[in-house]
């Protein structure tokens, strides 16, 4: 997951409201991550006292306001987009533990080589990608809920990947989006 921008987004002068998706023009050809507009708002932060499983580092349950829309993308950056990356940068692949590659959610990177893929996509597009702050990615996963999961107080191999259920990663956008148009966030 890759945000975008704090300050209001625009395309080619067209100012995009919350919920529209765009992506941006490459200068090395192609497009970015497809993204999608996230209004600002207040939510709970962290788990309340109440729920079944709870970490300890999960409270205390606090407000935390968003002050300024931002965008994020739609789908976990996949191995296509990173791997695209790593060819145009000179950097080597991570690897997929023959799990597939193409769709799939790109894993093994480093928070340093997240930072320079977010480096590469500002300087592609000449707009400000950044990773999204904890509190930003909490109010994106929640999408509105005030429940355990976007999906309510239960998770199932249904509704997300975890766990053993798969015994590898899925394709992006295997499962249904939360409310704000944003898959696979648990």
Known sequence: IIA?????????????????????KLQSGGEGPLIVVILAGR??????????????????QHEVIIAQSFALGVYAVTFAEYDRFCEITDRRPPNDY????????????????????????????GQLYRLPSEAEWEYACRAGTQTSFHTGETLNPEQANFGHNHKKTLPVGSFA??????????
């Open 4 to 24: 975008k921008s704090a300050k209001p987004v625009s395309v080619s002068q067209i100012v995009l409201k919350p919920g529209q998706t765009f992506r941006d």
């Open 98 to 125: 023959d799990w597939g590659r193409e769709n799939r959610p790109v894993i093994n990177v480093s928070w340093r080589n997240a930072q320079a893929y977010c480096d590469w996509l500002s300087q592609q597009t």
């Open 43 to 60: 939510f709970l932060m962290g788990s309340s006292k109440s729920e079944l499983i709870r970490g300890v580092e999960e409270g205390p």
């Open 177 to 186: 989006p939360n409310a704000f148009g944003l898959y696979d966030m648990h």
